[in-house]
């Protein structure tokens, strides 16, 4: 079983920045993906970002240019630095890792733009 721990949510003005951390424990032997995903009031979750263990990144055509995802292997953790933040941002992020052949999620850190 995989724990999460995620931080860095909040409440920001648009255009403003804030990064996401998740950092990832417990029967993991190697994190294929790691990622990010979102759900806002009323809609589906929808993918944000993915990053793989190379170092290869997946972004949703909304997140280009805004939002950049990383990740520390050694430490199991992976980021999301988003910029230029919009009102629609609003959602529920989730961290996602990819390992074993099958995907785990975490809890989820409420992000809020206002406008």
């Known amino acids: 079983q995989v724990q999460f721990m995620e931080s860095g949510g909040g409440l920001v003005q648009a255009g403003g920045s804030l990064r996401l951390s998740c950092e990832a424990s417990?029967?993991?032997?190697?994190?294929?993906?790691m990622g990010w995903y979102r759900r806002a009031p009323g809609k589906q979750r929808e993918m944000v970002a993915t990053?793989?263990?190379?170092?290869?990144?997946n972004s949703a055509d909304f997140a280009q240019g805004r939002f950049t995802i990383s990740r520390d292997n050694a430490k199991n953790t992976v980021y999301l630095q988003m910029n230029s933040l919009k009102p629609e941002d609003t959602a529920v992020y989730y961290c996602?890792?990819?390992?074993?052949?099958?995907?785990?999620w975490g809890q989820g850190t409420q992000v809020t733009v206002s406008s």
């Open positions: 996602a890792t990819y390992s074993g052949g099958s995907w785990s």
């Open positions: 417990g029967s993991i032997f190697i994190i294929r993906i």
């Open positions: 990053i793989t263990g190379g170092g290869v990144t």
